[in-house]
């Protein structure tokens, strides 16, 4: 069998190494980042909402909060997804109540007894893993941090008209959250939360 010179071969793998190489690694880093699309945070947000429960919940009412995305991006070629919201711009919507209900509710939210935000201003997801279940529609797993604390979440995600919308069941006290209790527990909310996304690329 003939076998290329020890020179020749040597010339081989530097041409190897120092051209081909390199070019191979250009072209796959120009893929990934056009696959790769930042998220519009005028046009994404991320929504909670808190229900009711207790013997005097029908004289109260549920809460939704909502919050721009701050920034994050997505792969749709490789499927991924990361973004982050400031836990201290979440603002309380609740339509059925007051100014001063909305104002004395996002001062509850935001405090010490539940977020915490000024200490824990972060709140991130970032996806491990995404499995098609059916056309447009996905099962992502991720890692949700909160209050300080990360853990393991799956969201529901489906494509609508080129957004991207998910939730997810979460527990308060898995992120070392005590659900608010007034009324000595006559009225309080839920430990279970519904936490939505809607994402849109630039």
Same mark, same amino acid.
């Given at each position: 069998?003939?076998?290329?010179?020890?020179?020749?071969?040597? +010339?081989?793998?530097?041409?190897?190494?120092?051209?081909?190489?390199?070019?191979?690694?250009?072209?796959?880093?120009?893929?990934?980042?056009?696959?790769?699309?930042? @998220?519009?945070?005028?046009?994404?947000?991320?929504?909670?909402?808190?229900?009711k429960?207790?013997? +005097?919940?029908?004289f109260?009412?549920?809460?939704? @909060?909502?919050?721009?995305?701050?920034?994050?991006? +997505?792969?749709?070629?490789?499927?991924?997804?990361?973004?982050?919201?400031?836990?201290r711009?979440?603002?309380?919507?609740?339509v059925?109540?007051?100014?001063?209900?909305?104002?004395? @509710?996002q001062?509850?939210?935001?405090?010490s007894?539940?977020?915490? !935000?000024?200490? +824990?201003?972060?709140?991130?997801?970032?996806?491990?893993g995404?499995?098609?279940?059916a056309?447009g529609?996905?099962?992502?797993?991720?890692?949700?941090?909160?209050?300080?604390?990360?853990?393991?979440?799956?969201?529901?995600?489906?494509?609508?008209?080129g957004r991207?919308?998910? !939730?997810?069941?979460?527990?308060?006290?898995?992120?070392?959250?005590?659900?608010?209790?007034?009324?000595?527990?006559?009225?309080?909310?839920?430990?279970?939360?519904?936490?939505?996304?809607?994402?849109?690329?630039?």
């Open positions: 069998m003939h076998m290329m010179p020890d020179r020749a071969q040597a +010339f081989v793998m530097k041409f190897a190494a120092e051209f081909i190489l390199p070019a191979f690694l250009l072209v796959s880093l120009a893929a990934l980042a056009q696959s790769q699309k930042q @998220i519009d945070t005028d046009r994404s947000a991320l929504t909670v909402h808190v229900y429960t207790g013997l +005097f919940s029908a109260a009412h549920n809460h939704e @909060i909502r919050a721009a995305i701050q920034n994050g991006s +997505f792969n749709e070629d490789n499927p991924s997804v990361e973004f982050k919201v400031d836990s711009t979440l603002k309380v919507l609740d059925e109540a007051s100014d001063s209900e909305r104002g004395t @509710i001062e509850t939210m935001l405090g007894k539940v977020l915490d !935000s000024e200490r +824990f201003p972060e709140i991130r997801f970032r996806s491990t995404v499995h098609q279940m056309e529609k996905w099962a992502v797993n991720g890692d949700l941090t909160l209050h300080g604390q990360t853990h393991p979440i799956k969201v529901d995600v489906e494509s609508q008209a991207y919308r998910g !939730s997810a069941e979460l527990h308060q006290k898995d992120f070392g959250i005590t659900p608010v209790s007034v009324a000595g527990g006559s009225v309080k909310v839920k430990n279970e939360v519904r936490v939505e996304f809607e994402i849109v690329g630039k």
